[in-house]
Structures are given as structure tokens and as C-alpha cells.
């Protein structure tokens, strides 16, 4: 493996994002942003992510990819499309919301945390939902813990790791098709 080709790490789960504009507006978790409106957008829908990921599938990095087991076939063709499915794992989670988990408790934890009326104190844009979706935040805060994973499991075999976002590639132009990317990110993520 060459040391500036990083095996790329990403992960898509359904958080329920298209129904979040009319779902959210005026219904908010959390108290402090109450009648504050969230653009529309915001609301996207699970097939508007798996036609980013389809760009992106094309990179001829190595890929691993955590997602729920409903959606590891689409992943797998997206990646096969390009003749890169022997560049591919594919980590399934089975149901990772369902209740009583470790995630489930840190989403819980986290919902009530975003609640507190103290905390919209440091909030500049209320509607983005890094400050009021509790499944987002976790999220969020578990892509370390993906590419964590993804090492322990074994499955990076090249000296360097990236993070990319599932739905990062929004048209065909972010990398060259013809050869994998390469970053010089030393011993960094």
C-alpha cells in the first residue's frame, strides 16, 4: 500500500432527516428554540444520500462503510459499479437505534442535554440541527469511533485513514476517477 493513499472511512444511518423541516418546525426538542423555524434544507431524503454516495463510490481508495444492514446491498453495487467491490467492507448494523443500547443511552443523554435552557445560550443558528436533533449529535460524535473501529476490527490495511462523509460528493468533480486519492495527512485522521 502506498502511504498517501488513505483507506476512506464513512457511514450513513437513517435519521429520519426528510421529515425534519415539517416534522421539527414549531415541535422542537429543545425549549430554548421553540418557534424557530428549520429550513427545508435541512429535510433530505435517504435516496437524495445514496445518490451523493454514488459520486463518491467511485473514488478507488480502499472503503470501509458502517451502515444499517437494509442498506449494505446498495452500498454494494454503488462501489461494484466502478469494479471496486474487492476495495470494500461493508459493516452492518443491525437496528442501531433500537432502545436499550449504548448509542440509544447516549442519544437519550444527549437529548435531555440539548434541552436545558442554558445551553441556547451559545446557540448562534438554532434551526441547524447540530444544536437540536440528538440523533445528529451522536452521530456526529461517533464518526471517531467508526474510524476507531474500523482499526480494531482489522480492516485498514493501508498506513493512513480518512474520514469522508457518506453524502460529501454532491456531483463528479471532488476527486479524478482515474487514479485513488492521495493526501499526505502523516499520522492524522
Known sequence: ?????????TGFFDLGRENWASQV?????APWVSGVDVP???ARSNQL???WFAYLAAIKNPMIIFTEDQFCPFVHAARAAHGLQDQTRIVACKSPFRTSTPLDHAIARTRRGIARPEFGVFVARPYCPEHWN????VMTMFKFTIVNTAIEMGLVKTPSIAW?????????ERFTKEQPWSFDCG???
Open 1 to 9: 500500500s502506498t502511504p498517501n493513499v488513505p483507506t476512506i472511512v
Open 164 to 172: 469522508i462523509d457518506f453524502g460529501y460528493c454532491r456531483d463528479d
Open 134 to 137: 440528538p440523533y445528529y449529535v
Open 49 to 51: 444520500y445514496f445518490n
Open 25 to 29: 418546525g414549531g415541535k422542537h426538542i
Open 187 to 189: 499520522d492524522k485522521i
Open 40 to 42: 427545508e434544507l435541512f
